[in-house]
């Protein structure tokens, strides 16, 4: 799981760069609002990635700062928002504009962004409310406070079809015996495990 980048930027786009890492070429998807402050080509640079997997491709999406990688994730916790359009909202709209129109259920400017209609900027309301509240000036520092391995493990368990409250509910169990301080691997392992015993105790009680 790749968490972030550090590189020659050889080329820059709009909506994607070419980052050169030890010779490897990556190509990473990005929201304007993190195009706008890069520097020229050939310029070193580092991106926060988030690793986006399917079954026939890897896509990489990059952002400049921490608020708008969470963003990013948030976005794609609604159902019928893939990365593609999390991008796009991102570029159509500033965190300082996106996260209260949320969190004030302001349907009339989300569907301003292009490629949003009523029902999805209804259902982006209803899912996000809180956390675009918790990512708003001053409760940036409490969503934070995952490690980096439990970032990693959040967006995993997010490619492999979990909801973001089940995950978040998850990590916050599993932390309360690591404190914190498990690795990536071994972290991802006991979610895993621990997901699996309650889709099974669920089986179980609707078997009944």
């Known amino acids: 799981m ?15 760069v070419i980052l050169d890492v030890a010779g490897v070429g990556y190509l990473v998807q990005i929201p304007l609002s993190t195009f706008s402050g890069m520097p020229s080509v050939d310029s070193e640079i580092k991106l926060l990635i988030h690793t986006h997997l399917r079954e026939d491709q890897l896509s990489l999406y990059g952002f400049a700062t921490a608020r708008e990688k969470q ?78 391995a439990e970032t990693d493990v959040a967006s995993a368990l997010s490619n492999l079809g979990y909801d973001s409250r089940v995950i978040d509910r998850t990590l916050e169990q599993l932390r309360k015996g690591t404190n914190g301080q498990a690795d990536f691997n071994d972290l991802l392992r006991a979610a895993l495990q621990q997901l699996g015993a309650a889709a099974m105790q669920k089986s179980a009680r609707a078997g009944e």
Do not use: C, W, Y
């Open 71 to 148: 963003s990013f994730e948030m976005l794609i916790s609604v159902s019928g928002i893939g990365p593609n359009l999390a991008i796009k909202i991102l570029s159509g709209m500033a965190l300082d504009e996106l996260l209260p129109a949320l969190r004030e259920g302001d349907v009339a400017r989300l569907v301003q962004i292009p490629g949003i209609g009523r029902k999805t900027a209804e259902r982006m309301i209803v899912e996000l409310r809180e956390k675009a509240a918790l990512l708003q000036p001053g409760a940036v520092a409490k969503v934070g406070t995952r490690s980096a």
């Open 2 to 16: 790749i968490g972030s980048l550090r590189g020659k930027l050889t080329e820059r786009r709009p909506n994607q």
